[in-house]
Nanobody, 123 residues
C-alpha cells in the first residue's frame, strides 16, 4: 500500500558525493518512518539511516556517521540521503524503505521497499 521510488544513484570516484532521493506515496497514514538500506554483492542487506516524517529525528549506522546525512525534502514523505566522502566500501545497491512502527527500519524489518538504486565508488 506504500510505494517508494528512489533516484540519484550513479558512479563516482572515492571522496566524491552523491545525493539519493526517495518519494513515498500511497497509504502513508499519520506518520511514517523512512530510511535507507544497502546491499553489496555477496553481503547481507545493511541498514544505513532512517528518519521520521513527522519531526525529522534521524539515526545512522556507525560506518556512515559524519559522512551521510538523511533529511526531509520539501515534501512531507520525500527524503534525501546526502553521501559525502564516499569510499569504495560504500558501493552497493541502495534501497529506500518504510514502516509505520518505530524501530522497524533500524532492526532491519521494514514493511515497504523501493526498487533500489546503484551506487558505485571507484578507488
Amino acid at each position: 500500500q506504500v510505494q517508494l521510488v528512489e533516484s540519484g544513484g550513479g558512479s563516482v570516484q572515492a571522496g566524491g558525493s552523491l545525493r539519493l532521493s526517495c518519494a513515498a506515496s500511497g497509504s502513508i497514514g499519520s506518520s511514517i518512518f523512512l530510511g535507507w538500506f544497502r546491499q553489496a554483492p555477496g553481503t547481507k542487506r545493511e541498514w544505513v539511516a532512517s528518519i521520521t516524517s513527522s519531526d525529522g529525528r534521524s539515526l545512522y549506522t556507525d560506518s556512515v556517521k559524519g559522512r551521510f546525512t538523511i533529511s526531509k525534502e520539501n515534501a512531507r514523505n520525500t527524503i534525501s540521503l546526502q553521501m559525502n566522502f564516499l569510499k569504495p566500501e560504500d558501493t552497493a545497491m541502495y534501497y529506500c524503505a518504510a514502516d509505520r512502527v518505530p524501530g522497524a527500519l533500524r532492526i532491519g524489518a521494514p514493511t515497504y521497499w523501493g526498487q533500489g538504486t546503484q551506487v558505485t565508488v571507484s578507488s
